[in-house]
């Protein structure tokens, strides 16, 4: 096990308004890894997708899996223009909780991969995969409020993981 802290807060943001995105921008090549921590309300249903580097073009996939302890449904999205972290939710009043795992972000050779875990208590659990078909580094991510906005009071936290 590493000694001492492996995870190093970039940036957090705290909407004191409504907003219908959120980026982070100027994200530094200097870790292994990146999370991005999400506590998001919305002004009405909200689901959260993003995009890395500004880019609309289709280069996203996602596949997630989502469950509510009856059912569970499974999906794939594939050339789209930004990734989803949680299609299944609607998120209003109760919030949502999720934690996205950006892998490798500064390596040049490969494609990017994200991790999404996401809940909220009322409805259920969901994951996702997500790929950004861009061999650069990732230097900022916005986060985007399809349908809604997101509400006072979301925070959004970003952090590098160190080499251990």
């Known amino acids: ?22 980026t982070f921008s100027s994200i530094p090549g200097t870790y292994t890894d990146l999370v991005l921590a999400i506590g998001a ?10 995009r890395m580097n500004s880019d609309t073009g289709t280069n996203y996939s996602t596949t997630y899996l989502a469950g509510n ?16 972290t949680d299609y299944y939710f609607s998120v209003t009043t109760a919030g949502n909780a999720s ?40 230097t900022s991510i916005t986060l985007l409020a399809n349908q809604n906005a997101f509400n006072t009071g979301s925070t959004f936290s970003l952090y590098g993981i160190k080499a251990a």
């Open 1 to 22: 096990m590493a000694a001492g802290n492996t995870y190093e807060a970039i940036a957090t943001q705290t909407l004191g308004s409504t907003a219908a995105s959120v």
């Open 41 to 50: 309300i919305g002004t009405g249903d909200l689901q959260i997708n993003g």
């Open 69 to 84: 302890g009856t059912s569970a449904v499974s999906d794939r999205a594939v050339n789209a223009n930004s990734f989803g």
């Open 99 to 138: 934690i996205l795992q950006f892998m490798n972000y500064v390596n040049s050779t490969t494609y990017k991969t994200v991790l999404c875990r996401s809940g909220e208590a009322s409805k259920g659990t969901i994951a996702t995969v997500a790929l950004w078909r861009n061999t650069a580094a990732i």
